[in-house]
T-cell receptor, first 119, second 117 residues
């Protein structure tokens, strides 16, 4: 199957700093990438959808100025948590959906996740 | 109308037994129903998926049963193994949804499966 990577896998930062998480599709071009947040023992909560070359679409209740998403190329999307606070501590997961020609157009391939801890 | 309700919340099965997880949806426009397996500290991985033109799909020990009229679908894990212990999520999406809804997955609440040796 298609491979999606995330970097870093784990990050600890101080309150007030910004953290950037990268999501890469390694062997396919991702026209759309999704960013999710997951709390312990909970389901995935969609934060935003990003299409290459255009602005991200944020879900209701997600602060776009706090969670900056950039999808500059067909293989890379980044999520920057700005001025992080302890309540932003969570497991962040990205997924990528291929354009035409690679598997089911509805299939999303998930990254391994990034554990963010804000002290 | 966008919800997908999943049950049970947790499930304990003996090795060799059958694990059954159920999901129900409301949006009749949903036309893609995947199941994901997630191990602690990892991202979800696609296990098996079905479209509503068939009532059942089997891949190895994993089977999806789909009941379009009841708007329900379920995952059956035959001969459950301790290595199957994980959290399972059902999901649904509408492939004809336009704009920002295209390709979006709506997830169930998750089921924590424990298979005892």
């Amino acid at each position: 199957g298609a491979v999606v990577s995330q970097h870093p896998s784990r990050v600890i930062c101080k309150s007030g700093t910004s953290v950037k998480i990268e999501c890469r599709s390694l062997d396919f071009q991702a026209t759309t990438m999704f960013w999710y947040r997951q709390f312990p023992k909970k389901s995935l909560m969609l934060m935003a959808t990003s299409n290459e070359g255009s602005k991200a679409t944020y879900e209701q209740g997600v602060e776009k100025d706090k969670f900056l998403i950039n999808h500059a190329s067909l293989t890379l999307s980044t999520l920057t948590v700005t001025s992080a606070h302890p309540e932003d501590s969570s497991f962040y997961i990205c997924s990528a959906r291929a354009g035409t020609g690679r598997g089911s157009y509805n299939e999303q391939f998930f990254g391994p996740g990034t554990r963010l801890t804000v002290l | 109308q966008q919800q997908v309700k999943q049950s049970p919340q947790s499930l304990i099965v003996q090795k060799g037994g059958i694990s059954i997880i159920n999901c129900a949806y409301e949006n009749t426009a949903f036309d893609y129903f995947p199941w994901y397996q997630q191990f602690p500290g990892k991202g979800p991985a696609l296990l098996i998926a079905i479209r509503p033109d068939v009532s059942e799909k089997k891949e190895g020990r994993f089977t999806i049963s789909f009941n379009k009229s009841a708007k329900q679908f379920s995952l059956h894990i035959m001969d459950s193994q301790p290595g199957d212990s994980a959290t399972y999520f059902c999901a649904a999406s509408n492939s004809n949804a336009g704009g920002t809804s295209y390709g979006k997955l709506t997830f169930g609440q998750g089921t924590i499966l424990t298979v005892h040796p």
